[in-house]
């Protein structure tokens, strides 16, 4: 979008997802930007959301930032921050993968998101793939999977998971139930 607000998003997003997929990119000048989402983002098959390293979207602490539903694939986030999802009685602070779902993070920073039950940063369901390259997920808290909680395959590559935390019991880092961890 040539704007870098919350509406100017929801029509660029609207417009890829309605012709099949595409990629979303801002042209929003040479200073950093954030996006603040007063709800959390359906993202469909074939979606790319490109922020050139200068965009940064916030849930500021009151709504999750982005679902993809079940058997959605070839969905990408690429050189974005994301910061204070919140999921209040939900999974995934920041994102929630749909069963048979893949997401590709590049270059992404998420931190300081949180979620009541599983995921601080991100839930995923059974039979999805999470891949996270050259990424950065820090600061994120939940009751479970203080940064990741799967029940699919993660793939970890050139990543950090720091700083997270599991306020209830399993995995401040990464939680998994009959799911695959490769790093």
Known sequence: ??????????????????????????????????????????????????????????????????????????????????????????????????????????DTQISQCAADFSGGAIHTQAGSTLQVEDSYIAQNQAGNGGAIAANGTVNLIDSLIAGNLATLDQGGGVQLWFGQLHA
């Open 1 to 106: 979008p040539a704007s870098c607000g919350e509406f100017a998003f929801e029509q660029a997003l609207a417009t890829v997802q309605n012709s099949g997929g595409g990629r979303v990119s801002f042209q929003c000048g040479p200073d950093p930007q954030f996006i603040a989402l007063s709800s959390r983002k359906t993202l469909l098959a074939g979606t790319i959301i490109d922020g050139g390293g200068k965009v940064t979207f916030t849930g500021l602490n009151t709504t999750g930032l982005f679902a993809v539903p079940d058997a959605q694939t070839s969905v990408e986030l690429h050189h974005l921050g994301l910061t204070q999802g919140r999921a209040v009685n939900d999974y995934g602070g920041a994102i929630q993968l749909g069963a048979n779902s893949t997401l590709r993070l590049l």
